[in-house]
DNA sequence: CTTAAACCTTGACGTTGCGTGAAGGTCAAG
DNA sequence: CTTGACCTTCACGCAACGTCAAGGTTTAAG
C-alpha cells in the first residue's frame, strides 16, 4: 500500500504540514517522489511515523526522536529513562512555580488590607531577600551551601517580641542617623553607631551576615528611589550618609 | 535617578536585549529617550519593571501581564489565580506524561524478552486502543461521556481465564475465516459468524460497542499492511473478506 | 472534452522571548 | 585623536508546526 501526504496523514491521524515539516528535517522521507513531484510512503514510513508519533506523544523532541530512530545502537529505554529525568525536573520547577503563585496570591489578598507602612515593610523584606539571593550564591561559594537555606523561615518564625524588637532597632537607628548627620562624618564615632544598628537590624532577616552583602544592600538603598525616600524622611540625604557610613564599617 | 538600558538593566538583572524586547512589544516603554537616541528610564518605569518581573517570574506570559499592568480595572490576584489553573492543568499533563513514559520503559523493557506474536498482540491492541479514541469522541456524543472511560481499565484487569477465552475466539474467528472463504461470499451464515466472532473478541476490548468503530477497525486493517498481512495468513485476501463480511454484518 | 473540485508542490511569514551578531553612531577618558 | 565602552537599529535563529499564497496535477462529473 502507498500513500500520500494526505492519506498518510489521516491514517496517523496529523497534518499534511507536519509531514512536509518531517520530510524537510529529515525525520521522515517519503520512500519516493513520482513523477509530479508528489511524496508517496510506504509500509516502511508506516512504521517509523508509528515509532516517531509514539515518542512524540512522550513530549520527546523531533531532534531527539531522530537519534533514537537513526542509531540502533541507541536504546529505546534508556532514552525514555532520560526523558523521565527531564519531565520529573520540569515537574518540581512547576510545583515551586505553583507554590510561589499561592503565596503571591496570599500576599496580595493581605496586601489589600494593609497601611501602607504595612505594605513598605513587605516590600522592604522583599528587597532584602532578593538581596540575599543575589549575595547568597557567593556567600554559599565561601561558607558553603546550607549556612543560607534557613533564611526565609528565620523571618517567618520570628516571635511578635522578636518582631517589636526589630521595630525598635529600626527607630533607634533613625535616631540615631539623625543626630549623626548633624556631625557630617560618616566615619564618625555616631555615624558608625548607626551601621551598627543597621547591622543589627539586618541580622534579624539575615541568617548569614557578610559584609558585601551588607554593602550590597546599602548601595541598593541608594540606587532605588523608594528607599531613598524611606530613609531620607529621617533627614534629606540620609540614605547616601547611611551608605557611606556602612562603606565605612565594614572596613 | 535616570537609567540607561545598561544601568537598569543591571539593578534589575537582565539583559539590556530584553529592555529593548519590552520596549519594542510595548511592555516597557522608556521615559523619554534623549538626543542621541539612548533610551532613559526613570522611577516610575522602575516600578513597572519590578512588576513586570514579578509576574514573569511565575511564568505569565508577556502579554498577559501588560494586559494586568495596563489595565486597572483588571485584578493582579484574579490573574494570578487564573494563572494557577494553567499551571495545575500543566501539572495534571506532566503527570499523565510521566505516568505514560513510565508505562512505556517498562513495556519496552518487557518487549526485549517478547516472542514475535506477544509483540504483535501489543501492536495489535495499541492499534484498536486507538481506533476506539478516534471513534471515543463520537460514540461519546451519541452515548454520553461516561461509557468509554473504563475501556483501558477492562483490558488492564482482564484476567487469565478472560485472556484465554480471548485466544479462543480469535482461533475460531481463524478457523471460520478459513471455511467462509471457499464459499467466496462475504453475506453468507458463514462469513457472518466470522464476522460475529469478531465482534465477540472485539468487545473484550471495547466497553462499548458501536457499529460504526467496528466498520471503521475493519477499514484499519485493510489499510494496514502489518494487519493484513497478519490475517492474510489464514489465506490471502483474507483480511478484505473479513472487512467485506463485517460491513454487511452491521448493517 | 472540458471544467471544477480536490489534490499536490514549494515558498514564506507568524508564533514566544529573547540571544547573538552586524554595522554604525555617541561619549568620556587618556 | 584614538580607544573602548556605551548606545542604536536591523535581522537571523530557536521548535514545531499553522496558515495563507501561487501555481501545477489528478480525478470525477457534466
Redesign the interface.
Known sequence: ?EYTVQTLGQ?A?ISTRTLRYYDEIGLLKPARINSSGYRIYG?TE??RLQQIL?YR???VSLDTIKAILNSPTFD??TA??Q??EK??E??AK??T??N???K??EH??SKANMTDKEKFEGFKQKLIDDNEE?YGKEIRKKYGENAVSSSNAKVKNMTEEQYAEVQKLEEQLFTNLKVAMKTGDPAGELAQKAADYHKQWLCFYWDQYSKEAHAGLAEMYV????FTAYYDKVHPGATKFLRDAIVIYIK
Do not use: P, Y
Request: hydrophobic share 45%.
Open positions: 500500500m491514517l491521524g509500509a508506516v512504521n509514539f506523544e512522550l513530549d529505546g529505554a525514555l529513562k526523558h523521565r519531565l520529573l520540569k515537574r512547576l510545583d512555580l505553583i510561589n503563585v499561592d503571591s496570591i496580595t489578598e543575589k540606587a532605588d528611589e523608594r
